[in-house]
């Protein structure tokens, strides 16, 4: 059971990751662009904050059903590579960057100016998105993970 959810995580990512690329350039276009703020870039900013939520929320199950992150462990063992990245950087950075992106498209809901909406986006959106990719576990990285 783990593993599928270990592979739905793993595959969403590229969605993800996709919809947060796509809605940045979309909302850069329109801040420097001066563009209206049309009813597709808001269904964007949408399925975008879905999608991360949705990410979030595997991840939340996989903390408890999953061997990466174990409550089990004392304070030593989850502080030492590798354990300590799934324990603390992984999960905080996810918060931190979905509670973001989350923030973003609460007070961008609350502004009129399509500009200045697409500005806000662009801001809060590209921040947490760059927290959630310093936050992923690229095989680059040593954590015995794989692209897909």
Known sequence: MEEIWIRAHSGLRWVVILLL?????????GWKGKKAFKKADDKLVLYTM???HIQMLIGIILIF????????????QVMAMPARFWAVEHISGMVIGTFLITMGRKRMKKIVDGVRKHKL????????TLI?????????????T???
Not at 121 to 128: C, D, E, H
Request: charge should be positive; hydrophobic fraction near 50%; avoid cysteine.
């Open 146 to 148: 794989g692209w897909f």
């Open 65 to 76: 059903v999953g061997s990466k992150v174990s409550w089990a462990y004392d304070q030593e």
């Open 132 to 144: 959630i990719l310093l936050s992923i576990p690229w095989p680059f990285r040593g954590l015995g």
């Open 50 to 52: 879905i999608g991360v």
């Open 21 to 29: 690329l796509i809605t940045l350039i979309r909302s850069f276009s």
């Open 121 to 128: 986006i662009f801001v809060y959106y590209l921040i947490g």
